[in-house]
């Protein structure tokens, strides 16, 4: 049993670390594409705590508090610096309606289908995670949770049904690529003729500049820990989450924003920080499982069916909405799969509407949350 919060730490990072290099190595890629390496590390972290690898002593709960409120504002900033309104604004008014159809049309389906299932004040941090992470990505889930202090436990819940929905929604909207031109008859879209490029930023140009992307982000992270305390009306990780995200948006459109590496950086942070939470958390009552994973794919059947409501009202096309669902719910790692199924010049689309996502979950994540706890008071 390790007694040490030095060993704690290095113990937590080679958990994250293992799945990590195995995500990317050729002979494993396959069982990522249906159990993402956060899952894994959050699975296994928590076996090790349900283990007794760890001792729950005082100073290895400081330490975790200590490595997960600095963490976090850090990981924020670094993502965001991908983001380009600009950019996104340019995608003209056919995929802002789409894109802006898909954000929506999960926030009521999250709202609705909380309130129908009957869920409480216990479940509404879980599902406002969820609705962070199904409008930008696991990064906003954990920004969402830490701001309204969701237990790791209940985290465990979030990452689950995350992984076992966007399996099947992934599936699904692949499945429906040959149907588009029947889709567009039924819609009345006009044919799709766009292409863009990427999010606008040095991400794949140039060396990496880990040591100053790094040393930026740790102060954002000390600023932002500094300021949070002497903000009104909010908790202090809510203040600091949203300082993270204001500086992050700045720092887009500054030479921070133009360096590269700061997504490789800032995905090695969340890793950790997927590793940090599963070892505080417990195996008890996961019983509920089957009741949240029904209630995820409502929410996504909903969703649907608002979105070709959308679709009918706007005359937009399959594409269009699918590609703006699938930025939404599976982020970077997979819209551009499902756009290039179209046609590749239309990747580009699909990067710009999930990097949007990295901004619109925090916020988004955030507001579903405050009516969850509206409902359930």
């Known amino acids: ?14 958990i994250a670390a293992l799945f990590g290099i195995a995500e ?42 200590t490595a997960k409120n600095n963490l976090l504002p850090a990981m924020l900033f670094l993502m965001l610096l ?14 802002l309606a789409a894109y802006a159809a898909a954000t929506l049309s999960i926030m009521a389906a999250f709202v609705a289908v909380f309130f129908l299932f009957g869920f409480g004040q216990k479940e509404a941090g879980l599902f406002a995670a969820l609705a ?14 830490s701001a309204m202090h969701v237990s790791e436990t209940m985290m465990g819940y979030a990452l689950v049904v995350d992984a076992v929905c966007y399996t099947f929604w992934v599936m699904l909207l692949l499945a429906l690529v040959p ?9 009345g879209a006009a044919s799709l003729q766009q292409s863009a490029s990427g999010p606008g930023c040095a991400c ?30 909010l908790g202090i990780t809510t203040w600091s989450v949203l300082i993270a995200t204001f500086l992050g948006i700045a720092g887009a459109y500054t030479p921070l924003g133009r360096l590269n590496g700061s997504q490789e950086l800032a995905g090695t942070m969340l890793l950790l920080l997927v590793a940090l939470i599963g070892s505080r958390a417990q195996f008890s009552d996961f019983g509920d499982i089957p009741r949240y994973v029904a209630a995820g794919f409502a929410i996504l059947a909903l969703h649907g069916a608002l979105l070709l409501l959308a679709a009918k009202r706007f005359r937009l096309d399959l594409f269009s ?21 179209y046609h590749r010049s239309l990747v580009g689309i699909a990067v710009l509407m999930a990097v949007m996502g990295y901004l619109v979950g925090t916020f988004g994540g955030l507001a579903v949350g405050w009516l969850l706890l509206k409902i359930a008071a």
């Open 1 to 14: 049993m390790i007694g040490s919060p030095l060993l704690y730490l290095l113990s937590v990072a080679l």
């Open 24 to 65: 990317r190595m050729g002979k494993a890629r396959f069982l990522f594409d249906y159990l993402p390496a956060v899952v894994l590390i959050y699975a296994a972290a928590m076996a090790a705590s349900q283990l007794g690898l760890w001792e729950r002593t005082p100073a290895i709960a400081a330490v975790y508090k």
């Open 82 to 95: 991908q983001v380009d309104l600009r950019r996104f604004l340019k995608l003209g008014p056919k995929l």
């Open 132 to 145: 962070g992470s199904w409008m930008g990505g696991t990064a906003n889930m954990v920004a969402v949770g």
């Open 179 to 187: 149907l588009a031109g029947r889709f567009a008859r039924w819609s």
């Open 204 to 233: 794949t140009i140039g060396p990496r500049r880990y040591w100053l992307l790094l040393g930026a982000a740790l102060f954002v992270a000390l600023f932002s820990q500094w300021l949070a305390p002497h903000l009104p009306g």
């Open 321 to 341: 909405i699918g590609v703006a669902s699938l930025a939404n719910i599976g982020g970077v790692a997979s819209a551009p799969i499902l756009a290039s199924a």
